[in-house]
């Protein structure tokens, strides 16, 4: 519905409320980046992860504010003006902090026997003994090493290269 009806803006943004707003709010764009992380998670589906890869960078960092805090932002047809951007502590904030969690839970998972490195973020990834360290500086550079230890023989390990 979403996609169909043309509510998502190119960076992965949403505006505050359907079909169209002055403005975006850092809640529903957290909400689509995690519904797009659990749609991805659930079918094994790498348009979704890419999807959300998307919105994390484009649309869901622009919404955090110095102070640490998220909020509004306007929106504009080439992407985000200077009016309208302020907190919103009462949900804005903890939706991107949830959001922050979500993406940090799936950059590596298991389903079965299948490991799948969803994310180039960089850390040290373990999940019932096997152990997944990521080192990139990914957006900014595409040099990635990555190193798997403790992985069965029948095991598989997809990893998904994002296309931006």
Known sequence: MIIENNWETGSGDMSENFPTSRRNEICSVADWLILNLWSGFIFGDDSAYEKAEHILWNALYFGQIVTGGAGHRQLIARGYGNEEFQEAWWCCTESFLLACREVARNVVTRCGDDYRINFL???DYEIDGVKIRISTRWPGKVDSVITVSG??????LHLR???M
């Open 161 to 163: 290269i994002p296309s």
């Open 151 to 156: 992985l069965a023989e029948n095991a598989k």
């Open 121 to 123: 973020i960089p850390g």
